[in-house]
């Protein structure tokens, strides 16, 4: 079954890894490791691998267009900042070893649209693209960044709103309540 397709984008909550691919600076998504390229749209792909008949052992990817109602595909976004943030501290993505070395983290908005299928937490769509950038000021560690100035430089070149968020990955609690005084203040 195919998902409804949306005229005008939905704005959703999401989170990223920053990462360093060789030269440039470059958001990451969490649990697929897709790198997000600047002024491009990010299209969704199903990666979930099916059995292959007569040879159970083998795996091929599933052929349908992403995202499907029965299947868990799609790029995701949040209806909360809360989801979203629970994102960057939770261990789901590191099943998956990351490709880049990681600068740090953000959270935003960003903008679904194309096929889109409505989930619990919020959305998963067919293309998305960021629609602002928050970085925090802190890292996990609760330690200050000194490169974040070059970091939110570099990240501009996405062409979408790109702020510093006072705040540490280990409090998310606090990040969201400074995320949507931000958010009501717009
Ligand atoms: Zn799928």
Redesign the pocket.
């Known amino acids: 079954m195919r998902a409804p397709d949306y005229v005008e984008a939905i704005i959703a909550w999401r989170a990223w890894f920053v990462v360093a691919d060789e030269e440039e600076i470059r958001l990451s998504s969490l649990v697929y490791k897709n790198v997000w390229v600047p002024r491009c749209e990010l299209v969704a792909s ?3 691998r099916v059995f292959c008949f007569p040879r159970l052992w083998r795996k091929k990817p ?1 052929e ?1 267009p ?3 109602e ?5 790029i995701y976004g949040a209806r909360d900042a809360e989801h979203a943030a629970a994102y960057l501290t939770n261990d789901l993505w590191r099943d998956e070893p990351l490709r880049w070395p990681l600068l740090h983290r953000a959270i935003g908005r960003v903008s679904l649209w194309g096929s889109v299928v409505e989930c619990k937490q919020g959305w998963r769509a067919s293309h998305a693209y960021p629609e602002r950038i928050y970085l925090p000021t802190r890292s996990e560690s609760g330690e200050a960044l000194p490169q974040l100035g070059d970091l939110a430089a570099a990240l501009s070149a996405y062409g979408v709103p790109v702020k510093l968020i006072d705040g540490d990955l280990s409090m998310v609690g606090a990040l969201v309540v400074a995320l949507k005084a931000r958010a009501a203040a717009r």
């Open positions: 199903c990666q979930r599933s349908h992403a995202p499907t029965e299947c868990r595909c799609g």
